[in-house]
């Protein structure tokens, strides 16, 4: 059975880096076709994806947040990870790891604030 589980800190500064992971039992991160992804969801918004990884290695990103995202992984560790510099305030929400057509994490709140 899949499942995604997420670890990383809450809160954050602003100007900080944001570091979020999300470790994948029952499936593999090479998995043919298989696309893991960062999904966010700001207070009172609907959901944002934010980018992905490819079953080989390709990351995508949502243009608007490409030059503050980095998503990588870890394939020994069957591990992605999410790091969003530079955040903001408007950065503020729940935070989630998924497979496209597949399991998703449990969420990360992440509250930016000094």
């Known amino acids: 059975q899949e499942q995604l589980q997420q670890s990383g800190p809450g809160l954050v500064k602003p100007s900080q880096t944001v570091s979020l992971t999300c470790t994948v039992s029952?499936?593999?991160?090479?998995?043919?076709?298989?696309?893991w992804n960062w999904i966010r969801q700001p207070p009172g918004k609907g959901l944002e994806w934010i980018g992905g990884?490819?079953?080989?290695?390709?990351?995508y990103y949502r243009p608007s947040l490409k030059s503050r995202t980095a998503i990588s992984r870890d394939t020994s560790k069957n591990q992605f990870t999410l790091q969003l510099s530079s955040v903001t305030p408007e950065d503020t929400a729940v935070y989630y790891c998924a497979r496209l057509s597949g399991s998703w994490g449990q969420g990360t709140q992440v509250t930016v604030s000094s």
């Open positions: 990884i490819s079953s080989s290695g390709t990351t």
């Open positions: 029952g499936s593999s991160l090479t998995t043919t076709d298989y696309y």
